[in-house]
């Protein structure tokens, strides 16, 4: 099994889960935003003991965040290492070529890994919490007013809810290849980094051929149920604003002025 965790929904009757998926659609996007307004260990500070008093509301285990984290270790770890060696400034430890170690540069890099560990956990809290046809639905609805100058409001959603339905169980199908290739020899992780890289190329054709035959039975079966456009559909399920909608908005407004007064 994949450790995939974007696209992935785990059911529960949290009050995250009861919250309607416009509303948290819109507070991860703000709260990502809002993310850059912390500057000192104080702001984050603040920022992450918000973050982690959420999480729970979920109700779902912690490691599920954590394994959210894995698909992009390496870009943090990447984003980390630039921010170590190539920002100057403050005290400087250590100097080599283009190279510098720097009590500023350790500084950003820290700051630059909780904010990237932040965001991928409210990113985490959204997917976890919300289907990905609700999440569709989210978008349609926050949209609607873009159909007035021709904008493909449904095609948008349905694109959305076909890309995160699918993440998953292309990873799926990636880790089933890789087992395939394992068994027939193939050694992915032995050798330098260009013959790491060259024993991955192989793996494109199958998950290109395999991603293809998964769109064509989906078109099939989209057709074979009459499928069509949005406009003029009733709805199965009716999005609407709640209490807890509400008081996510009093969360968001509370934490952005927390932010705001902290900052240097």
């Given amino acids: 099994m994949s450790k995939m965790i974007l696209g992935r929904y785990i059911p529960g009757d949290s009050f995250i889960h009861r919250l309607d998926p416009r509303t948290k659609l819109l507070a991860t996007f703000y709260y990502i935003a809002i993310v850059f307004l912390a500057n000192n260990w104080v702001s984050y500070?603040?920022?992450a003991l918000a973050t982690l008093a959420i999480i729970p509301l979920a109700r779902?285990?912690?490691?599920?965040?954590?394994?959210?984290?894995?698909?992009?270790?390496?870009?943090?770890?990447?984003?980390?290492?630039?921010?170590?060696?190539?920002?100057?400034?403050?005290?400087?430890?250590?100097?080599?070529g283009w190279f510098t170690l720097s009590s500023a540069g350790l500084i950003n890099a820290a700051y630059i890994f909780i904010r990237l560990v932040l965001i991928i956990f409210m990113s985490t809290l959204l997917t976890l919490?919300?289907?990905?046809?609700?999440l569709a639905d989210a978008v349609e609805s926050l949209l609607k007013p873009l159909a007035a100058i021709k904008f493909p409001v449904t095609e948008v959603a349905l694109m959305l809810?076909?890309?995160?339905?699918?993440?998953?169980?292309?990873?799926d199908q990636t880790s089933k290849t890789m087992n395939a290739q394992r068994a027939r020899g193939v050694d992915f992780g032995s050798g330098g980094l260009v013959k790491q890289v060259k024993s991955i190329v192989p793996l494109f054709i199958?998950?290109?051929v395999s991603a293809f035959a998964m769109a064509d039975d989906l078109a099939t079966a989209m057709?074979?149920?009459?499928?069509?456009?949005?406009y003029g559909r009733t709805r199965y399920r009716v999005l609407?604003?709640?209490?807890?909608?509400?008081l996510t908005l009093v969360v968001m407004a509370v934490l952005t002025l927390g932010l705001?007064?902290?900052?240097?």
């Fill in 45 to 47: 500070l603040f920022l």
């Fill in 60 to 96: 779902v285990s912690f490691r599920f965040f954590l394994r959210g984290l894995l698909p992009v270790l390496f870009l943090i770890v990447f984003t980390v290492l630039i921010q170590i060696f190539f920002t100057t400034g403050g005290q400087v430890y250590w100097h080599w």
């Fill in 129 to 134: 919490t919300t289907p990905s046809l609700s």
């Fill in 161 to 171: 809810s076909i890309a995160l339905r699918f993440v998953p169980t292309l990873m």
């Fill in 206 to 208: 199958p998950l290109f």
């Fill in 223 to 230: 057709e074979a149920r009459g499928y069509k456009d949005g």
């Fill in 240 to 246: 609407h604003y709640g209490r807890g909608d509400l």
């Fill in 260 to 264: 705001v007064l902290l900052r240097k």
